[in-house]
T-cell receptor, first 116, second 117 residues
């Protein structure tokens, strides 16, 4: 069974700093998707970024980028120039490429606080 | 651009009462899902519907039933609520179910906070 582990329950940084959230996963699959979801205080789950395992290039979305290390089964999220609106729970998630979203596995989440 | 709409947003029940959480999506998605979110445990899948007319159990189905009313709507029913069902419930949808495609990505509703006393 696949597992996703986020080892940092909480993190806190000052506005404009760069922060990296860690995620590791365990799978025997070779092809899969990885995701980072953001959940602000409004509770809405918002997709931040996704990475296809067959792509060597790390995904980037504006201030958000990932460091995907397939051999190490690591998928960290870097937030550059952090903003107050980045304060949220962040969930890492994994799904095998040929499975439906019912196989999506979430980590326990990291609560990120951006301080003014 | 409503996306996925859940009702109600908040509900308080007494043990043994029943209720239905409603979910509707306007994106013409084929697949819909119900999750629960508990502190420190991430999201866990309760039931899902890969396509209209089908439903299947997820990781934590006990105490729940679902109905895929049509392509747009997927409801979650608690027949006899228990305090252990106090949680935040999320409905989600995806264009397809399976495959290496962006269409497999979930879109979530805003969540429903349920408290069972």
């Amino acid at each position: 069974a696949q597992t996703v582990t986020q080892s940092q329950p909480e993190m806190s940084v000052q506005e404009a700093e760069t922060v990296t959230l860690s995620c590791t996963y365990d799978t025997s699959e070779n092809n899969y998707y990885l995701f980072w979801y953001k959940q602000p205080p409004s509770r809405q789950m918002i997709l931040v970024i996704r990475q296809e395992a067959y792509k060597q290039q790390n995904a980037t979305e504006n201030r958000f980028s990932v460091n995907f290390q397939k051999a190490a089964k690591s998928f960290s999220l870097k937030i550059s120039d952090s903003q107050l609106g980045d304060t949220a729970m962040y969930f890492c998630a994994f799904i095998p490429w040929d499975q439906g979203a019912q196989k999506l596995v979430f980590g326990q989440g990291t609560r990120l606080t951006i301080n003014p | 651009n409503a996306g996925v709409t859940q009702t109600p947003k908040f509900q308080v029940l007494k043990t043994g009462q029943s209720m239905t959480l409603q979910c509707a999506q306007d994106m013409n998605h084929n697949s819909m899902y119900w999750y629960r979110q508990d502190p420190g445990m991430g999201l866990r899948l309760i039931y899902y519907s890969a396509s209209e007319g089908t439903t299947d159990k997820g990781e934590v189905p006990n105490g729940y039933n679902v109905s895929r009313l049509n392509k747009r709507e997927f409801s979650l029913r608690l027949e006899s609520a228990a305090p252990s069902q106090t949680s935040v419930y999320f409905c989600a949808s995806s264009a397809i179910n399976g495959g290496l495609s962006g269409a497999n990505v979930l879109t979530f509703g805003a969540g429903s906070r349920l408290t069972v006393l």
